[in-house]
């Protein structure tokens, strides 16, 4: 795994994966989740960036989804659905900054995925409903990379989500993305909003298309790191034989 004339430029920017990353930070200076909206990177292993995007399906509040995802009868039906990694402006579209779609780029290696919900349910409490990521390879090496959040018996979801991880980087290496990777998630069966707001006497139930829902999903993965600029080394100064004259 290396840069070369037939990898990815890391020589001139590319909006998607941001290279040559000015967006990386170091271990230790930094307290905060790493920024998906701007690709931000860590440099935590010497010659690997280490990436980890998050984004989500809004169901509610409406005004701030892509599109209306509900049908008629208030419930997200079962199917694919597009990803957006949302932006930092929380009000409604028009954004000045508007959200992104969820994209891993070219040449990352995906190591890792996650899926959790917020006030969703089953439209009928069954107890096997699956939300999985997709769009990403279904397995490296034969173990699982697609996370799948399964319904527990009373129709609602762990609030812990489900993740998918597969450790062997030779392996993950190896099932590098070829091009620009939208992230979808797939949903098995109709889900409905709930909306639960806390009173006096506890939580309780309100009216359901009045408060946030959604299927949120986080991907895992990192690329390779470009090759050390002036700033690794000590460069002496370009001194004249005059100035080193006395």
Known sequence: MTYSNA?????CFDGTTRTPWNNVIFPGNYVCHLNSYRNQG???????????LVGALVVLPIENTQSNVLNSSSQL??????????????GPAPKPLANRNFVVPTGACVYSSAVSTVNLE?????GSTTITVAGIPATVD?????????????????????RAIV??????????????????VTTSAALKPVNVSSGGSG??????????????????????????DSDRVNLPYPYTSESTSY
Do not use: H
């Open 42 to 52: 860590i440099n935590a292993y010497p010659g690997l960036q280490f990436f980890s």
């Open 167 to 184: 450790l062997d980087f030779q392996a993950v290496e190896a099932a590098a993305t070829s091009s620009n990777t939208s992230v979808t």
């Open 122 to 126: 089953e439209a009928t409490a069954a």
């Open 203 to 228: 939580s309780a139930f309100a009216d359901a298309t009045a408060g946030q829902s959604a299927i949120i999903v986080e991907v895992d993965y990192f690329m390779v790191a470009k090759g050390p």
């Open 77 to 90: 039906p079962a199917a694919t659905y597009a990803l957006q990694i949302l932006s930092p402006d929380l």
């Open 142 to 162: 034969s173990e699982a990379l697609r996370a799948v959040l399964t319904a527990d018996s009373n129709g609602t979801f762990n609030e812990c989500g489900a």
């Open 7 to 11: 990898s990815p430029s890391a020589n």
